[in-house]
């Protein structure tokens, strides 16, 4: 399901947005947005559209009242207005003690930036984020439980169905976050379209789970090794191919959920997980593209 801005209605980042806590802070001075007293927010309210009377309603705590102007921006879809009307540089002549911080120009842009870099730190834990793009005046809820899925159009085209099954079951380790099973599943990937070139050869695979002596095999069958003639970055890009697979390897045999890993079980994270996916399937996808040359010439 995507975020709704409804994330925004917090009292934390309702207390940064009108003043009330730092948005940043050094040695000697605390950085926040200017104060808004409760007519300061409805007088902004208004000007976004939401018609409130400070001095003829009852009287709310003024993170009551900015609660009530996002509630209205929410509904309204004006988020992008909400911000560039947060963001006026004319409201900021009312930072406290402007005289005593860093040029008026650099505060300004600490103010802006720190206060979105604030709320994305409490949206953290609401898996989501804020990004934005000032001279457009775009503000955009990133959801960061979105589904990732690398994309591979030779993998979805080869007659190997165990091959896709397993890009799909890469997908999902991501999704659900298992992330040591992703790790093994990558390296079984390269292993089984190594094992495919090699049987589309007519040939006999010579060292199953073993991936380097499979990867030298498969070299060998398609003649990839390194030629002094070939254009040296195409033979640095085959060389770092070559780290791509010891890589994997070494990250499967000492850390994945194929054994205890004791000492050496390294804490595998989503961007580790989601760095050795791309690599084994940008890997696969190169190896299938040689495969069906070969099959073409």
């Known amino acids: 399901m995507n975020k709704s801005w409804n994330v925004l209605i917090d009292k934390d980042i309702i207390n940064i947005m ?4 730092n948005v940043a802070d050094d040695l000697f001075l605390e950085y926040k947005m200017p104060y808004m007293s409760g007519p300061n927010i409805c007088d902004f309210g208004a000007k976004l559209g939401l018609n409130k009377d400070y001095w003829n309603s009852d009287k709310l705590s003024r ?21 560039k009307e947060l963001f006026n540089l004319k409201r900021f002549k009312k930072v406290e003690n402007i005289e005593y911080h860093k040029s008026a120009y650099e505060l300004y842009w600490d103010l802006v930036h720190g206060l979105i870099n604030k ?7 609401d898996k989501c984020h804020i990004e934005y793009n000032l001279e457009t005046w775009q503000f955009a809820l990133i959801d960061d439980e979105v589904d990732i899925k690398i994309e591979s159009e030779n993998i979805e085209n080869i007659d190997k169905q165990y091959i896709k099954r397993l890009k799909t079951e890469i997908d999902n380790s ?3 976050e298992d992330f040591e099973s992703c790790v093994t599943k990558s ?3 390269l292993e089984e379209i190594m094992i495919y070139g090699i049987e589309e ?3 006999l695979v010579e060292a199953k789970g073993n991936i380097n002596k499979l990867y030298n095999q498969f070299k060998t069958l398609y003649g990839m090794h390194q030629d002094k003639n070939m254009d040296k970055r195409i033979n640095n890009l085959l060389s770092g191919f070559e780290k791509i697979i010891t890589s994997i390897s070494n990250m499967r ?6 054994h205890g890993a004791g000492e050496k079980r390294i804490n595998i994270e989503k961007h580790h997980a989601v760095l050795f996916a791309n690599a084994s399937i940008t890997m696969s996808d190169f190896l299938l593209s040689v495969i069906n040359n070969k099959k073409e010439t």
């Not at 102007?69 to 909400?82: C, E, M, S």
């Open 63 to 83: 993170w009551m009242y900015m609660e009530n102007v996002l509630n209205y921006v929410v509904d309204n879809n004006k988020i992008n207005l909400f911000f």
């Open 201 to 203: 050869k007519k040939e």
């Open 187 to 189: 390296r079984t990937l």
């Open 253 to 258: 045999d000492e850390n994945s959920d194929s």
């Open 174 to 176: 991501i999704k659900n």
């Open 119 to 125: 709320i994305n730190g409490i949206l953290f834990f």
């Open 18 to 21: 009108i003043g009330d806590s």
